[in-house]
């Protein structure tokens, strides 16, 4: 079945950027998105990137996609404190319907 | 707009009892979801549904049940309440191009 990896944890100081790493093994997902959540907090969606794109950039967020090595990664520019939380890779449209399937999300502590 | 609504916040069964978690939407989304949260994993799918009156079963349906007689309205049953059904469940709504899936507040339950 369908498969996302994440590493656990980042640390990172606050000012540098943090690149947070996803790989995943369905070829034939559609979407391929980042979802933020905060302590006690539900998902928030941070950026999405169709397939066919190999890069978006939002502000402070780029996404980069490698079709061909099936990785993903989100980098935020000039990390701040409140941008401490869990980070989920997640993929969509694999297996031809609208479900998600999640990583085991990536902790990143910002150190002030 | 509210959202995705999810009721209750918090809650604690005993083993072999039974409750239904309320989530309600009204964005006019067709395709609803649940996913339950275990500590230190990403999110697993139970059900989900592409409409009103159509349900179906994702990774792990097994001891609890969906019904979806309205667009707004998706509620999750447990029948027989199991500590390993001990988790925060997340109800979810997307439009018909799912290029967002939006995550209601969750709800955390307990079973002892």
């Known amino acids: 079945g369908e498969d996302v990896e994440q590493s656990l944890f980042l640390s990172v100081r606050e000012g540098d950027s943090s690149v947070i790493n996803c790989t995943y093994t369905d070829s034939s997902s559609t979407y391929l998105y980042w979802y933020k959540q905060e302590p006690g907090a539900g998902l928030q969606l941070l950026t999405y990137i169709f397939s066919n794109m190999d890069m978006k950039q939002d502000q402070r967020l780029t996404v980069l996609l490698n079709k061909k090595d099936k990785h993903l990664s989100l980098r935020i520019a000039d990390t701040q404190t409140g941008d401490s939380a869990i980070y989920f890779c997640?993929?969509?449209?694999?297996?031809?319907?609208?479900?998600?399937?999640f990583g085991k999300g990536t902790k990143l502590s910002v150190i002030p | 707009n509210a959202g995705v609504t999810q009721t209750p916040k918090f809650r604690i069964l005993k083993i072999g009892q039974s409750m239904t978690l309320q989530c309600a939407q009204d964005m006019n989304h067709n395709y609803m979801y649940w996913y339950r949260q275990d500590p230190g994993m990403g999110l697993k799918l139970i059900y989900y549904s592409v409409g009103a009156g159509i349900t179906d079963k994702g990774e792990v349906p097994n001891g609890y049940n969906v019904s979806r007689s309205t667009t707004e309205y998706f509620p999750l049953r447990l029948e027989l309440a199991a500590p390993s059904q001990t988790s925060v469940y997340f109800c979810a709504s997307s439009s018909e191009t799912h290029t967002e899936a939006f995550f209601g507040q969750g709800t955390r339950l307990t079973v002892v």
């Open positions: 997640a993929e969509s449209g694999g297996t031809g319907s609208y479900q998600l399937t």
